[in-house]
């Protein structure tokens, strides 16, 4: 799980990876709810308000739909699951892509992750792709460099809006990059930059 935040922008990321069974293992009250998640209906309430995030990373649904991300917005109260299809060809990989409002209604469309283009995408493709780059191997700390570029665009830089709406607006996330980048640099943060 991830926490993000930067001047108020606050994002969340849960991934649940299912373990075998260790010996002499003492569950956190934290796994004990995540277990209880798993035999419930998939989702769980934030305290902090009304956002709720949708499946547990590593969960397949009937149809064979793998999640392989789980994010939650604080600021939208906005929920987006992305899944791995059963038919998943990593020569045209797709991504089934759902996204819940602070209303409850859902938005699901297809992301064709050979055609994303990090200078000109919108936040869930964004996102989309950070979650392939991830569960590929390709770049394992892509989710959590997606938050953190998205919590610096929305917070930092005062780039993004706090609508719904607005997560659908494509950005040139290299931009946002190399300001955060460059922020780092002017703070001494040499290492980070």
């Known amino acids: ?5 930067i001047n108020g922008a606050i994002n969340y990321t849960m991934g649940y990876t299912n373990n075998t069974v260790k010996e002499n293992t003492t569950k956190s009250s934290f796994e ?7 035999n419930s209906n998939n989702t769980t309430n934030i305290s902090s308000g009304n956002l709720v995030l949708h499946g ?8 064979g739909y ?13 929920s987006t699951t992305v899944y791995k299809p059963a038919d998943f060809d990593e ?15 859902v938005t699901e469309r297809n992301v064709n992750l050979n055609d994303v283009n990090v200078s000109n995408c919108d936040t869930f493709d964004f996102y ?18 997606f938050m953190m570029t ?18 659908f607006t494509k950005v040139d996330w290299t931009s ?9 640099y002017r703070c001494g943060n040499i290492k980070g930059y």
């Open 66 to 78: 793998t999640v392989v991300g789980a994010w939650g917005d604080a600021r939208t109260n906005t």
């Open 32 to 38: 004990n709810h995540i277990s209880n998640l798993a």
């Open 128 to 145: 989309s792709y950070s979650c392939y780059l991830s569960n590929s191997g390709k770049y394992p700390t892509a989710m959590q460099d």
């Open 150 to 167: 998205h919590a610096h665009y929305e917070g930092e830089e005062s780039f993004g809006k706090s609508s719904y709406g607005d997560m």
């Open 56 to 63: 547990i990373f590593g969960e397949t649904d009937s149809e």
């Open 176 to 184: 946002v990059i190399k300001s955060l980048m460059d922020m780092q």
């Open 91 to 105: 020569s045209n990989p797709v991504y089934c892509v759902k996204i819940w409002d602070s209303q409850g209604n």
């Open 1 to 5: 799980m991830s926490i993000t935040g």
